[in-house]
């Protein structure tokens, strides 16, 4: 039944020998000198610290949802790191290899990477950015901030949003696995067939890809159904849909694209699995099989899932520009159908990723006329924020800066996009750089956003704010970065040069290549200041300490607890009166966080479960790559003992007793400046602070229970 | 989440879990999906009738499943389930429809081949269609 491969396999190891481990590539020696020292560093320092028990009492086991967030940002942020790393060795290949007189090192014709290796990093480069930094760095996202907005102490299945993360994080640590051992997919992030099928990509490259975008697609499932579920059933009382903040119902819309679309990823890759190991012919040349069915498949979840990373960012602009801009957000109604209307037509343009199949015109006019469509509730949401600005009184401070960039940037985007929706266009650029320009200012519209929003919401999770002066150097050297990398790419577009070239032949391409490679080093040095903003934000914390509204300025609910939020959220479960609660009540002084006499919180207990599933799928996985066919059934079995084991756990929630609660919220202190300004808008100044009482041992509480802190540590 | 016992069987939805259901729905599953496997294999009708039995088969097993599996009723207790279909059934329509549409008459201009040179053309075209390149 298996089909026959090439090269040899054992039974004990399948087909992983020593040949596939390349020590002899620099590179990768390199890489991996380098991860292997940040890894015995990290873990000597955590044991010399003495923080291994609190590393799995509060971050390992816990099921948090703010904790879980921060944990996604994390995965999110180190991988767009690697993506960018990855990016820099794409931008010096090319600049290098032009001409056919350009020198060649390491085994490369042409610059210095086989077209072998080129390919692996493209292909990584647009995987790990795609379903690794930019949907961790959402998902996280949304995890911390929806149940805070609606009001909710948790998650609807806080030990699903667990297990979603640790599924992702062994999707993403199986793709750093494929640098040291094996290789990765070559052919591009979303896969060609018949190239992927085994005969004409015989390593393992394709089911490394397979496994960790198949570990993704489940994990990011799974964080949808959660969100979807939170945000329908848990809403605090009194909060109608239509007084939902914006960025939940962003998040809703999204989520339903996520839980409609990823199914079908999961089955088009099932598909191309059973090709590749048991030797069916969904996506053969032959017997039976069709190559475009894969494409179609393919995009059938590749474009909702576009807008699936969109929506989240378009709603942290709309959360955003109205706090910065000390207004309500324009036309809160509209912005609701937009998102909506996005998440609809989304189903209906996928065939634009592949206008040049051969469809007929009037499928391709369709299609056209589908994905204009997308500029319509697009241009409403540009135009509400416009307004939502329009006589404001506009505060230019970070996260109001990066949600101005994503606005331009989106404007860029948009427009291209539009000129990308004509199939005739498209048959002149298809695969080409003006595509990839394109499709990087949209991306770009979520990295400024991501980026908006973690300066925003920050003080929410840490108690205090990330600093201005190093943040703003990181700004403005990521515009450069991006104006002098983009613009060659959209003029080396126009003049045709395809995507994905290892070997550029036509020398008068060169200068917008070496123009693009300036542009990388802005880039490099926006990454130092980024590093230096984290560094200094952290060394001056003490300073910069934020109150429960941290802006001022803020309106929804998030605002109304205190920063860092405890782990039950709520003391007392606000009453919803009307949409942007906080702001109404800043106006109408119901800003009183105390209100004494507290009950006992019921929430869920921390589980170890989540994890080890976690790594039984990794190591699933990494046995389907390697078909070691006795690991993979090992893990099967351990995986199911598992999921029974906790579906007979009986003992899967806590009441945090009422006096704890109590002393938790008594070590938080809340009051408004004298220095405040008179609230003269709807929504201005009235400002609430929370922050540490001296004498209290901080709102950090014990830590020598089992359980973990319920307030915040004092960070 | 206030302090609360919840007793997980006093929910309507769980009380529908049942075991025989559950059972019966997998071995007539497994029936159908074998049939249909046996059906491709012999090659015992038209490819044609093969896709019309196949898809026959395919949507009885999504209703048994439906059934006895998910429970799918229109009660009150049920209405999440009745919801998801509802937001289903057009995505459903939009995949399937608009990929058969896109695919309707692709082979005409994209597979030109010497008659017999592909099992493919053989079977999307009856032999008189096949254009002769």
């Not at chain 1, 505060?395 to 960039?405: D, K, Q």
Request: hydrophobic share 50%; charged share 10%; with cysteine.
């Amino acid at each position: 039944m298996l089909v026959h491969l090439q090269g040899p396999w054992t039974p004990v190891l399948g087909r992983l020998t020593l040949q596939q481990i390349p020590y002899e590539n620099p590179i990768l020696l390199g890489t991996f000198t380098f991860v292997a020292v940040l890894a015995i560093a990290i873990l000597a320092a955590t044991t010399y610290f003495g923080k291994w028990e609190y590393l799995w009492r509060e971050w390992l086991t816990t099921v948090d949802h703010k904790k879980i967030g921060v944990m996604y940002c994390l995965l999110g942020l180190i991988m767009l790191f690697r993506g960018f790393i990855d990016a820099l060795m794409i931008r010096t290949q090319q600049a290098i290899a032009v001409g056919h007189e350009a020198p060649g090192y390491m085994g490369a014709v042409h610059g210095y990477l086989t077209p072998f290796h080129l390919g692996q990093i493209f292909t990584a480069h647009g995987l790990i950015m795609v379903v690794f930094a930019a949907t961790p760095l959402l998902v996280g996202i949304m995890n911390i901030i929806v149940p805070l907005q609606i009001g909710a102490r948790d998650m609807a299945y806080p030990y699903l949003n667990a297990l979603g993360l640790w599924l992702t994080t062994a999707g993403a640590a199986l793709v750093m696995v494929s640098l040291f051992i094996g290789n990765f997919a070559h052919g591009g992030w979303y896969g060609f067939v018949p190239y992927f099928e085994l005969p004409y990509s015989p390593g393992v490259g394709v089911d490394y890809w397979i496994w960790t975008f198949q570990l993704s697609a489940i994990g990011t499932s799974l964080g949808s159904i959660n969100l979807i579920a939170t945000i329908v059933k848990m809403r605090a009382p009194g909060m109608t849909w239509m007084r939902l903040p914006i960025f939940t119902w962003a998040s809703l819309s999204t989520n339903l694209i996520a839980l409609t679309s990823f199914p079908v990823l999961m089955v088009s890759l099932a598909l191309l699995a059973l090709d590749r190991y048991v030797g069916t012919h969904f996506y053969t040349a032959g017997m039976g099989g069709n190559l475009m069915l894969y494409s179609d498949l393919f995009w059938v979840w590749g474009h909702p899932e576009v807008y699936f990373l969109i929506l989240p960012a378009f709603g942290m602009m709309s959360e955003i520009i109205p706090t910065f801009s000390e207004k309500p957000l324009f036309g809160y109604a509209t912005m609701v159908i937009a998102s909506f209307a996005i998440g609809g037509v989304s189903w209906g343009v996928w065939l634009h990723h592949f206008f040049t199949m051969a469809a007929s015109p009037s499928v391709n006019s369709f299609y056209s006329v589908t994905t204009m469509l997308v500029g319509i509730p697009t241009g409403v949401k540009v135009f509400n924020w416009v307004f939502t600005m329009y006589r404001g009184r506009v505060r230019y401070e970070l996260p109001m800066l990066w949600a101005l960039l994503a606005l331009f940037l989106l404007l860029v985007g948009g427009m291209t996009g539009m000129m990308n929706a004509f199939a005739s266009s498209d048959y002149m650029w298809h695969n080409g750089l003006f595509v990839v320009a394109h499709f990087h200012m949209m991306v770009l519209v979520i990295a400024a956003s991501v980026f908006g929003a973690v300066e925003y919401w920050f003080p929410k999770v840490f108690g205090f704010k990330l600093e201005q002066k190093w943040g703003k150097w990181f700004f403005w050297f990521m515009i450069l970065g991006t104006g002098w990398t983009f613009v060659p790419m959209f003029l080396l577009g126009f003049a045709g040069m395809t995507r994905r070239l290892d070997y550029i032949p036509y020398m008068q391409w060169s200068p917008y290549l070496h123009v693009m490679l300036v542009g990388m080093v802005f880039y490099v040095l926006a990454v130092c200041f980024f590093v230096a903003h984290l560094y200094v934000s952290l060394r001056d914390r003490v300073s910069n300490r934020a109150g429960a509204d941290a802006w001022g300025t803020g309106r929804s609910l998030e605002w109304m607890t205190h920063s860092p939020v405890p782990a039950y959220n709520y003391a007392f479960i606000p009453h919803i009166n009307v949409l942007d609660e906080w702001a109404w009540r800043k106006e109408n002084g119901l800003t009183e966080l105390h209100a004494g006499d507290y009950e006992g919180i019921h929430m869920p207990k921390n589980t170890g479960i989540p994890l080890f599933l976690g790594m039984l799928f990794m190591g699933l996985g990494f046995a389907l790559i390697w078909r070691i066919w006795w690991l993979a059934l090992l893990c099967v079995a351990l995986i199911v003992g598992l999921i029974i084991l906790r579906s007979f756990d009986r003992d899967t929630d806590m009441t945090i007793p009422a006096h704890e609660v109590e002393r938790v919220e008594r070590g938080a202190r809340d009051e408004t400046p004298a220095t405040a300004r008179s609230a003269g808008m709807p929504g201005g100044a009235v400002t609430a602070h929370s922050a540490l009482r001296p004498g209290t041992d901080g709102i950090g509480g014990g830590t020598t229970s089992t359980n973990p802190s319920w307030a915040p540590m004092d960070r | 989440m206030t302090e609360h016992t919840q007793n997980p069987l006093n929910h309507p939805e769980v009380q529908l879990a049942n075991g025989r259901a559950y059972l019966v729905s997998f071995i007539l599953s497994m029936l159908l999906t074998t049939a249909g496997l046996w059906l491709a294999i012999t090659h015992i009708t038209t490819p044609f009738g093969t896709v019309l039995v196949t898809s026959f088969l395919a949507g009885a097993v999504v209703v048994i499943q439906g059934y006895f599996i998910l429970h799918m009723d229109i009660s009150h207790a049920q209405i999440w389930h009745t919801v998801a279909m509802v937001l289903f059934l057009p995505l459903f329509v939009v995949t399937i429809g608009l990929t058969a549409w896109m695919f309707h008459g692709l082979y005409q201009r994209t597979m030109l081949m010497p008659p017999g040179a592909s099992d493919m053309a053989q079977m999307s075209h009856p032999p008189h269609e096949r254009t002769p390149s």
